[in-house]
Nanobody, 124 residues
Framework: VQLQASGGGSVQAGGSLGLSCAAS????????MAWFRQGPGKERVFVAA????????YYGDFAKGRFSISRDTAKNTMYLQMNSLNSEDTAVYYC??????????????????WGQGTEVTVSS
């Protein structure tokens, strides 16, 4: 699976931004999909994931109530809608695909395929 993330940019605090991750290659619907992010000088952290099959969603604590993950199987695309952004959300956002069990859906090392990242900058 090849993943292409897009939609990053600059936004003011309190604003919104939508990211997309387009997949090509193998069967998109066979994979769990996720977003991770890495801020300046920080480790990569889990943002959100959506499972294959019933498309259950999972969020990091900081993302709950502000971010929304979705997927469109017909378009082979995953989305991340981010609202109420703040400076802490400044990071490079990566999309990933994997086939792990759901109990490990937050673990980055279990994802097989990664996109190139898209940068989000939130100014206060």
């Amino acid at each position: 699976v090849q993943l292409q993330a897009s939609g990053g940019g600059s936004v003011q605090a309190g604003g919104s931004l939508g990211l997309s991750c387009a997949a090509s290659g193998r069967r998109f619907r066979d994979y769990n999909m996720a977003w991770f992010r890495q801020g300046p000088g920080k480790e990569r952290v889990f943002v959100a994931a959506i499972s294959k099959g019933n498309a259950a969603s999972y969020y990091g604590d900081f993302a709950k109530g502000r971010f929304s993950i979705s997927r469109d199987t017909a378009k082979n695309t995953m989305y991340l809608q981010m609202n109420s952004l703040n400076s802490e959300d400044t990071a490079v956002y990566y999309c990933a695909a994997g086939s792990q069990v759901l109990s490990s859906i937050r673990e980055d090392y279990l994802y097989i395929y990664w996109g190139q990242g898209t940068e989000v900058t939130v100014s206060s």
